[in-house]
């Protein structure tokens, strides 16, 4: 018995290459949850990251023919996914309010997601959000997805050192801002 | 303690991220499946010739022909499923159709073994270039939640298949046998429309298979033009045309062809229109395939007015505006000044965009002319009003002010073909799918005259069968 869900993800790219409509519904339906989680990680809006993950899969249809077997199909993903967002943000200017944005969520489309110390979190939110873009792209990759500096690096198309850095100046920077504000 | 290089780390994996909407999820899935469908049919038409068209008759070599009805032969398959049954037909059915190529059929209609589907079996399966099934129904993968069939072995890659997406067609149930005996009488409305016909080329042209209820077979013979002759005078304005042939596929049975024409209304003769366009320009039509075709259609409509007439026109989208108030069509430039201003943009407020688009017809209502609402539409009404019910209650009351709906379906991908059918029923209109500009010219102008100026309207058909000579 054949099963599409068995497939890689590369196997499943190469069948949509070809055409195969179905193949393309399984990488879809594989990945969008997590674009989706990366692009509200990084935008904080709920209507904004569901567009992002849009965006980013109606951009990985158009790359299929460009994606390279040898690299990893989650390293070009999660490329597309970062790349998007940051021109979406770009595109749209200043952010909602997160705090508010995140009690609708709790309230409406997500009952169940468990206690949450408001406060705390909210606050932590604040403090990423005003890193710089290229730092808060490292810590989101990083410390959020649980990537090493070496696949961030891949994503985002610098050195590894380069992460490294970034992640050393956020976290410097993500103290001074909780330490300042306690 | 919270300074700690891990804590940190923990914490900020751990913040809460919200799941997607689940009609996010589907529309998102939409747009990545209509994306992947207009890429393939790019490359399509980039490696091969052009497509030979079934309907490749110029638009100039062709008479321009006012019919009321092509449900004719449609109302002949309905005849023959309802009515024509030989003795010994029944035997001689089922054996034909255990043996005849029903797994083909699968992929078109789904086909119960029933006494009616049996003849009409054959004439789907003749479809050109449907694909036979790859695989055998059971090995169907109870995981896969899709339509699509797929194969173990290696072999060539997968046939493009259609997604089927959020295009909605009602579903078709064949008409049952009936035996003469019992109902000598069967009553038919006849109907004028032609929308699954384009839509099933264009599937096929594109080289899948379209959804088996997008398949209205007898939408396939309306669309053709028969030739029938023409009513003598004005005090019989139907003529009817009734051939019976043996079944080609079927020598058991024969068929009966009823053909209906109507009067044909000469330019001169045809009352004035009052015709409101209410067009989507909703994000969804930004497609080549949409607003810009629906642009030159339009534009294509309002040349062939007489400068009597009048246009207006309503857009709808987030909020519904009216962009036209009516005017003449001798103001012609006044209205394709206002066509070409249109863009897409927004979500869909249908609801509320047919009212002012009926108001406006109301207001410049002409008891005799013909009052028209024109909407032209990828699907859905998704803001407004939300019940279709409602919505259709709303033109069917319209209707009885004499104001009538014709609905004409864009795009791919977020067709709502059936409430289109219902609404244009309910408003004693017709429903056409537009996919080319040449089907544009066929709807709006070669066929005026059997959809936008009608000289008859809730046209039924009564056959008697005589039960000594049909079983």
């Known amino acids: 018995m054949f099963w599409m869900t068995d497939l890689s993800d590369v196997e499943l790219v190469d069948r949509a290459r070809s055409g195969d409509a179905e193949a393309l519904g399984h990488l879809f339906e594989r990945h969008y949850t997590m674009v989706f989680r990366l692009a509200w990680r990084w935008c904080g809006v709920h209507d904004d990251a569901e567009d992002i993950a849009q965006e980013t899969f109606v951009k990985l249809v158009r790359k299929l023919k460009t994606f390279r077997r040898r690299s990893s199909f989650k390293t070009w993903l999660y490329r597309i996914a970062v790349n998007t967002a940051r021109d979406y943000g770009r595109r749209h200017g200043a952010r909602r309010s997160r705090e508010e944005e995140y009690d609708e969520d709790q309230s409406g489309h997500n009952p169940g997601s468990g206690p949450v110390d408001g406060t705390a979190s909210s606050r932590l939110r604040e403090a990423l959000d005003s890193l710089p873009v290229a730092q808060r792209e490292a810590v989101l990759l990083v410390f959020s997805e649980g990537m090493s500096h070496r696949e961030a690096s891949l994503v985002l198309g610098c050195g590894e050192v380069t992460v490294s850095w970034r992640i050393f100046r956020a976290r410097a920077r993500l103290k001074t801002f909780l330490e300042r504000g306690t | ?471």
């Not at chain 2, 100039?60 to 109302?75: F, I």
């Not at chain 2, 010994?88 to 086909?111: E, H, M, P, Y």
């Not at chain 2, 959809?451 to 049909?470: C, G, M, R």
Request: hydrophobic share 40%; proline share 8%; aromatic share 6%.
């Open chain 2, 1 to 471: 303690m919270t300074d700690s290089k891990d804590d940190l780390k923990r914490r900020i994996a751990d913040l809460p991220v919200p799941e997607p909407r689940p009609e996010a999820r589907g529309k998102a899935r939409d747009a990545v499946m209509t994306e992947f469908r207009r890429l393939g049919r790019e490359e399509r038409i980039k490696g091969m010739a052009r497509v030979a068209r079934p309907t490749g008759k110029t638009p100039e070599g062709r008479p321009v022909m006012r019919k009321l009805a092509y449900a004719t032969a449609g109302l002949a398959f309905c005849g023959i499923a309802a009515a024509i049954v030989i003795p010994n037909f029944l035997n001689f059915r089922l054996k034909a159709t255990s043996s005849g190529s029903r797994s083909n059929l699968d992929n078109i209609r789904s086909t119960e073994v029933t006494t009616s589907s049996a003849p009409l079996a054959d004439f789907e399966a003749a479809v050109p270039t449907a694909p036979p099934p790859r695989m055998a129904k059971k090995a169907k993968s109870p995981a896969s939640k899709q339509r699509m069939r797929y194969s173990n072995e290696p072999g060539p890659p997968p046939l493009p298949q259609e997604y089927v997406g959020r295009d909605r067609f009602e579903k078709i149930t064949p008409n049952p046998v009936k035996v003469t005996a019992e109902e000598p009488v069967s009553t038919f409305s006849v109907d004028v429309d032609t929308a699954s016909y384009a839509f099933v080329r264009r599937a096929l042209n594109a080289g899948h298979l379209p959804q088996k209820n997008a398949v209205r077979i007898e939408e396939m013979i309306n669309y053709f033009d028969y030739d029938y002759p023409l009513p003598s005078d004005r005090s019989a304005p139907f003529r009817p045309t009734v051939t019976i042939f043996p079944t080609p596929w079927n020598r058991g049975t024969k068929l009966l062809h009823v053909g209906i024409k109507g009067l044909d209304i000469t330019r001169a003769e045809r009352p004035r229109a009052n015709l409101v366009f209410l067009l989507d320009v909703s994000g969804s039509m930004n497609a080549t395939d949409k607003l810009p075709l629906l642009k030159n259609s339009f534009r294509m409509l309002v040349e062939t007015l007489d400068p009597e007439d009048t246009v207006a026109i309503v857009v709808y989208a987030g909020a519904a505006g009216t962009i036209l108030e009516p005017t003449k069509a001798s103001e012609r430039g006044r209205i394709l000044a206002a066509l070409e201003r249109l863009r897409a943009g927004g979500s869909t407020a249908g609801g509320a965009g047919i009212r002012r688009a009926y108001a406006l017809a109301e207001e410049n209502f002409d008891p005799e002319g013909v009052n028209r609402v024109i909407l032209a539409t990828d699907g859905d009404f998704n803001v407004g009003i939300r019940n279709p019910e409602e919505l259709k209650n709303f033109v069917e009351r319209k209707r009885k002010s004499g104001v009538y709906l014709s609905v004409l379906g864009f795009g791919q991908g977020n067709l709502n073909d059936e409430l289109m059918q219902k609404l244009a029923q309910n408003g004693n209109g017709n429903a056409a799918y537009i996919d080319t500009l040449s089907e544009a010219r066929k709807v709006l102008v070669d066929e005026a005259g059997g959809t936008l100026f009608t000289i008859a309207k809730d046209v039924k058909i009564q056959v008697e069968f005589n039960p000594a000579d049909l079983a």
